[in-house]
């Protein structure tokens, strides 16, 4: 099993910058790819990035391309999400995942196994 915690969630003016974390628990973290998602209330979990097990691939939504970028840190077994240039529509509350059935990476959220319990990002006009 894999237990996610977020952190670094907070209120930022738009253009600024966060850095969220994601410290994980669990043998099979350095195996799982690990992704990032946002929701906002009333809409569907929306998919932002992921990155391989072994840091190799990433890939982004297009909505946060050239602003956001997602790394990981296998022996401190933490996943860091680095969002640069906020926007007004990037407010949402971010959650980490563990996706543990794949050796690349996927988008969807439903192969997703772990979850963390969210962590508030909200960036003011």
């Known amino acids: 099993q894999v237990q996610l915690v977020e952190s670094g969630g907070r209120l930022v003016q738009a253009g600024g910058s966060l850095r969220l974390s994601c410290a994980a628990s669990?043998?099979?973290?350095?195996?799982?790819?690990m992704g990032w998602f946002r929701q906002v209330p009333g809409k569907e979990r929306e998919f932002v990035a992921v990155?391989?097990?072994?840091?190799?691939?990433?890939y982004y939504a297009d909505s946060v391309k050239g602003r956001f970028t997602i790394s990981r840190d296998n022996a401190k077994r933490t996943v860091y999400l680095q969002m640069n240039s906020l926007k007004p529509e990037d407010t949402a509350v971010y959650y980490c995942a563990a996706d543990t059935g794949t050796s690349g990476w996927r988008t969807s959220a439903q192969w997703y196994d772990y979850w963390g319990q969210g962590t508030q990002v909200t960036v003011s006009s």
């Open positions: 990155i391989s097990w072994s840091g190799g691939s990433t």
């Open positions: 669990g043998r099979t973290f350095s195996s799982s790819a």
